[in-house]
């Protein structure tokens, strides 16, 4: 490999390590920059016509700490992407019932009291809504994101397409318990020759396949290279679309021991609910939910070179409409006063998986909780449920307390486990003052 590039695969390797150590074992991080020296508007990435050369972000520099606090709002500017409609209906009213949570506190990781204020910056917040018992009562953006841009959801996709999927097998469409091969004899040579569709949905499958954000040979990277996210070094030989990345990996260890969390799973989960519809991705979004639940905006997944839609960190939606989502998951489908996901589906998401499986992925802050159909379940007194996603993505859904909180952000650190704690104090201390009020 010449010198120049090896420089730039470091250079590479070293921005993702810091940024998209999603849902891997905690490590030891630089100290980030201060949030308020990184906002974009403050830096003017992008601004301009043209902007300067060294404010301009391209697809190669987003993750290049401070350019994703651009960039997690603007990615469709960057690369190819596919519309998801939101349909020809009138946008669902919102109700707007603000109220008084500045005196809100909880504790940062040293015991030390805090704002709501200060956690947002604290954890580099791009927009925060919460809804209470169906109406907003606190929305707020930052980093020049308007309420109408689509954000990032990254790995909160992962639960998107898990609710399609238990749409499509309490349908009959799909049966949790055949083999993936089933539906995707492609994949006979590969780790999923052997594994069901419910193993794989649930991420306990056995796979030769690492998300080691710190080894720039480990499977997360060709991942990103066959997604288009991460562009390759030019001695790069791996597979350049996902469905050619899928047919390569082989299996390792036994399917339906433990839980591991694989961004590849997703990726066949996603590939076979397009194939046993005959639709695509964001098809499937808009037909299921966009057009269901009154939509203000369109959103729209990220594509590889052939046009593949990645269907495990390709998502993004806006803020106000993830809340829709949210609330209609809360209260179980129902949207408008219609039923537009079935109860069943929701409670199938709701009942979570194996804790003692979920033990096996070494997620100590995570104690407790499981994962199911893609979806994250924490077995709190309160019933919540949980999409995560990358560097702060959030939609908790707490039934009890009729709250939905939708947090998007721009994290320099990728791995959510390291906000983890001061994020669920918050969340808790939300429902909290709400329930007061």
């Known amino acids: 490999m010449h010198h120049s590039s090896r420089h730039s695969l470091r250079v590479l390797t070293s921005a993702v390590v810091f940024m998209l150590a999603a849902a891997a074992s905690p490590a030891q991080t630089p100290q980030p920059l201060p949030p308020e020296s990184t906002d974009p508007v403050k830096l003017d ?23 994703g606090r651009w960039a997690f709002h603007h990615l469709r500017e960057l690369g ?21 949570m500045d005196a809100l506190r909880l504790e940062d990781d040293k015991g030390a009291p805090i704002s709501l204020a200060d956690w947002q910056r604290a954890t580099y917040t791009d927009g925060l809504l919460v809804l209470h018992k169906g109406a907003v009562v606190y929305q707020k953006t930052y980093s020049g994101m308007a309420a109408h841009e ?27 318990g055949a083999l993936v091969t089933k539906y995707l004899p492609e994949l006979r040579d590969s780790a999923w020759a052997d594994a069901t569709v419910q193993q794989t949905l649930d991420m ?13 040979n480990s499977g ?41 969390y694989k961004t590849v799973d997703t990726e066949v989960v996603g590939w076979l609910l397009q194939r046993v519809t005959g639709k695509s991705y964001a098809a499937l979004l808009s037909e299921r939910l966009w057009t269901r639940i009154g939509a203000q905006d369109d959103a729209y997944v990220w594509a590889d ?24 998951l809360r209260l179980s489908g129902r949207s408008g006063g ?8 929701i409670a199938e998401i709701r009942k979570g998986g ?68 001061l994020d669920r104090r918050a969340f808790a201390a939300i429902a909290t003052t709400l329930r007061a009020q």
Do not use: C
């Not at 306990?204 to 720039?216: C, K, L, M, Q």
């Not at 309160?382 to 009729?402: R, S, V, W, Y």
């Open 45 to 67: 990435l992008m601004r301009g016509f043209p902007p300067p050369p060294d404010k301009v972000v391209k697809l190669s520099t987003i993750l290049k700490f401070p350019n």
């Open 80 to 100: 190819p992407t596919v519309q998801v409609w939101r349909g020809d209906d009138a946008p669902s009213l919102r109700r707007e019932m603000p109220k008084h």
């Open 150 to 176: 689509p954000h990032s959801l990254w790995s909160m996709s992962k639960s998107f397409t898990g609710l399609l999927a238990t749409m499509l097998i309490k349908e009959g469409v799909i049966d949790p």
């Open 204 to 216: 306990t499958t056995g796979v030769a396949y690492s998300e080691n954000f710190r080894d720039p």
């Open 220 to 260: 997360i990277f060709q991942y990103l290279h066959a997604a288009g996210l991460l562009p390759a070094p030019p001695t790069y030989a791996g597979p350049r679309t996902i469905p050619e990345l899928l047919v390569t990996i082989k299996k390792q260890g036994e399917h339906g021991t433990g839980f591991k």
């Open 305 to 328: 070179t052939h046009g593949t839609q990645l269907t495990s960190i390709g998502f993004n939606a806006t803020l106000r409409d993830l809340g829709r989502v949210g609330e209609t």
């Open 338 to 345: 219609r039923q537009v996901i079935p109860e069943n589906v």
């Open 354 to 421: 194996d804790i003692e499986k979920f033990k096996a992925n070494g997620q100590a802050m995570r104690s407790g909780y499981s994962y199911h159909n893609q979806w994250w379940i924490p077995h709190d007194r309160d019933g919540t449920f949980e999409m995560k996603g990358l560097n702060g993505q959030h939609m908790h859904i707490n039934p009890a307390a009729e709250l939905v909180i939708i947090k998007l952000s721009s994290h320099p650190a990728g791995d959510t486990s390291l906000t983890h704690n």
